[in-house]
C-alpha cells in the first residue's frame, strides 16, 4: 500500500518570506501527485497537481510544485508568502494503475500547518 | 465550477444516536468518498462508492455504514454513535477512472459526540 509523509507538522514563518512544505511518498512506480489546502472551517482545495509531463507542476495563488521520482517526492514550495496562506497543507497520491476497487484512491499525508507571521 | 454540499456544517449527537451525514455532488460524478479528518492523521477513508448502488470499504470502515441509492447522493450513517467518532467528516467525488483521480471536496461536517 502506498503512504505519504509529510515531514513538518507545523511550518512557521514571516510574510513575504519564502518556504517549502516537504512531501515524501513511497511507491515507486506511477503515480499522481496532488496538493491540496484546507482554510480553517473549510474543506479541501485542490492547489495543484502532477499526473504527467513537466516536473513542475504551477497551481494556484503562487504555488508550485516540483516532482522528483528518484527521490520520490513532492515538495510544495512558494518564493513569498501572505498572511492569507495561513492554511493546512495536504499531500496526496494515487495510483493510476490500480485496478478493480483501489482505483481512484487518494492517500493523504498527515497534513502540514502554516502559519504566516506578520 | 463542481458543487459538493453537506447537510450540516456543525452537528452534535448523542452515544447510541443514529446519526445521517448526507454529501450531495452536483457534476454527475461517479465517484464518491467519505473520509474523518483528525489532528495529526491526515484525512483516512471511510467508504468510497464508484457508482449508484455500489460500495467498498476503505481503511477505517468499522462503526460506519454508507447508502447511495442516487448517483447524486451518498449517505454516511453512524448506526450507534460513539465519543470516538468525534471528528470532522469530509466528502468527495471525482470523475471516474481516465480523468485523473482529482477529488473535489464538500466544507465538511464537525460532528461532536456527547
Known amino acids: 500500500a502506498q503512504s505519504v509523509t509529510q515531514l513538518d507538522s507545523q511550518v512557521p514563518v514571516f510574510e513575504e518570506a519564502p518556504v517549502e512544505l516537504r512531501c515524501n511518498y513511497s511507491?515507486?512506480?506511477?503515480?499522481?501527485l496532488f496538493w491540496y489546502v484546507q482554510y480553517p472551517n473549510q474543506g479541501l482545495q485542490l492547489l495543484l497537481k502532477?499526473?504527467?509531463?513537466?516536473?513542475l507542476v504551477k497551481g494556484i495563488n503562487g504555488f508550485e510544485a516540483e516532482f522528483n521520482k528518484s527521490q520520490t517526492s513532492f515538495h510544495l514550495r512558494k518564493p513569498s508568502v501572505h498572511i492569507s496562506d495561513t492554511a493546512e497543507y495536504f499531500c496526496?497520491?494515487?495510483?493510476?494503475?490500480?485496478?478493480?476497487?483501489?482505483?481512484?484512491?487518494?492517500?493523504f499525508g498527515q497534513g502540514t500547518i502554516l502559519t504566516v507571521h506578520p | 465550477d463542481v458543487k459538493v454540499t453537506q447537510s450540516s456544517r456543525y452537528l452534535v449527537k448523542r452515544t447510541g444516536e443514529k446519526v445521517f451525514l448526507e454529501c450531495v455532488q452536483d457534476?454527475?460524478?461517479?465517484?464518491m468518498f467519505w473520509y474523518r479528518q483528525d489532528p495529526g492523521l491526515g484525512l483516512r477513508l471511510i467508504y468510497f462508492?464508484?457508482?449508484?448502488?455500489?460500495?467498498e470499504k476503505g481503511d477505517i470502515p468499522e462503526g460506519y455504514s454508507v447508502s447511495r441509492e442516487k448517483k447524486e447522493r451518498f449517505s454516511l450513517i453512524l448506526e450507534s454513535a460513539s465519543t470516538n467518532q468525534t471528528s470532522m467528516y469530509l466528502c468527495?467525488?471525482?470523475?471516474?477512472?481516465?480523468?485523473?483521480?482529482?477529488?473535489?471536496f464538500g466544507p465538511g461536517t464537525r460532528l461532536t459526540v456527547l
Open positions: 468527495a467525488s471525482s470523475l471516474p477512472r481516465g480523468s485523473g483521480d482529482t477529488q473535489y
Open positions: 511507491s515507486s512506480v506511477s503515480v499522481y
Open positions: 502532477y499526473l504527467s509531463g513537466s516536473t
Open positions: 496526496a497520491v494515487s495510483d493510476p494503475n490500480a485496478g478493480g476497487t483501489s482505483y481512484g484512491k487518494l492517500t
Open positions: 457534476m454527475d460524478h461517479e465517484n
Open positions: 462508492s464508484y457508482d449508484v448502488k455500489m460500495k
